[in-house]
C-alpha cells in the first residue's frame, strides 16, 4: 500500500527556536493535513490543506504555525518559536478524492521534543 | 465548539470476550470514520459510515452509525492480543475537518 512519509522521526529543539516538519503524501492525493497527538491523548487536528491553501484550522494552529507545499511532493509544518506545549508528536496525514471515501492515510509521524 | 467523545477511555478484557466502544458527537456528522493505533503506531483507518442507521461488518468488527448521524459504536467479538490498541471515531464536522474522540485504549489479557 502506498506510504505517506514524514522526516525526521525525532526533532529535538530549544524553547524558541524554529522546527520545519516534513511530510511527502502519497503521490496522487490531494488534500493534506497535519494532527498532533500529545503522549497518550487524542488526535489533534491541526490544519487542512487543498488546492494550494489552507481549506481548515483549529484554534491551536495560531500565527507560529504555517504549512506549505514548496513543490509538487513535499508538504511542510512549520513552527516559527517553539513552546515546551508544542511538545508532541506530529502526523501528517493525506487523501485522495472528495466524495465516496474520505480516508486519511498517516505517516509515522515526527516527535518534537521542545527542551 | 463541536466535540466528540468517547467512552470507555479504558477497557480491559479476558481473550475471547466482546468488546464495544461507543461514539458520540455534539453535531450532525456528515460521515463517520473509524481507526486503530497500535501502541508506538500511527492512525490506521478502519472504515467509514456515511448513512443514517449504517451497519458495517469486517470479520470480528461490527460498525454502527446512529439514525441521527450524531453517535456511533464499535463492537468487537471475541477479542484476540492482535486487536490490542487505541480505537478512534473520527467525525468531519465540516467542509475539510475531522475530529478525533480521545480514543478507547483496548487491552487483551491473554
Known amino acids: 500500500e502506498p506510504e505517506v512519509t514524514q522526516t525526521p522521526s525525532h526533532q529535538v529543539t530549544q524553547m524558541g527556536q524554529e522546527v520545519i516538519l516534513r511530510c511527502v503524501p502519497i503521490?496522487?492525493?490531494?488534500?493534506f493535513y497535519w494532527y498532533r497527538q500529545i503522549l497518550g491523548q487524542k488526535v489533534e487536528f491541526l490544519v487542512s490543506?487543498?488546492?494550494?491553501?489552507?481549506?481548515?484550522k483549529s484554534e491551536i494552529f495560531d500565527d507560529q504555525f504555517s504549512v506549505e507545499r514548496p513543490d509538487g511532493s513535499n508538504f511542510t509544518l512549520k513552527i516559527r518559536s517553539t513552546k515546551l506545549e508544542d511538545s508532541a508528536m506530529y502526523f501528517c496525514?493525506?487523501?485522495?478524492?472528495?466524495?465516496?471515501?474520505?480516508?486519511?492515510?498517516f505517516g509515522s509521524g515526527t516527535q518534537l521534543s521542545v527542551l | 465548539g463541536q466535540q466528540v467523545m468517547q467512552i470507555p477511555q479504558y477497557q480491559h478484557v479476558q481473550e475471547g470476550e466482546d468488546f464495544t466502544t461507543y461514539c458520540n458527537s455534539s453535531?450532525?456528522?456528515?460521515?463517520i470514520q473509524w481507526y486503530k493505533q497500535r501502541p508506538g503506531g500511527h492512525p490506521v483507518f478502519l472504515i467509514q459510515?456515511?448513512?443514517?442507521?449504517e451497519v458495517k461488518k469486517q470479520k470480528r468488527l461490527t460498525f454502527q452509525f446512529g439514525e441521527a448521524k450524531k453517535n456511533s459504536s464499535l463492537h468487537i467479538t471475541a477479542t484476540q492480543t492482535t486487536d490490542v490498541g487505541t480505537y478512534f471515531c473520527a467525525g468531519k464536522t465540516s467542509y475539510d475537518k475531522v475530529i478525533f474522540g480521545p480514543g478507547t485504549s483496548l487491552s487483551v489479557i491473554p
Open positions: 503521490s496522487n492525493h490531494l488534500y
Open positions: 459510515l456515511v448513512k443514517s442507521g
Open positions: 453535531t450532525t456528522l456528515s460521515n
Open positions: 496525514a493525506s487523501r485522495g478524492y472528495r466524495d465516496g471515501g474520505e480516508k486519511l492515510f
Open positions: 490543506f487543498y488546492n494550494n491553501e489552507i481549506s481548515e
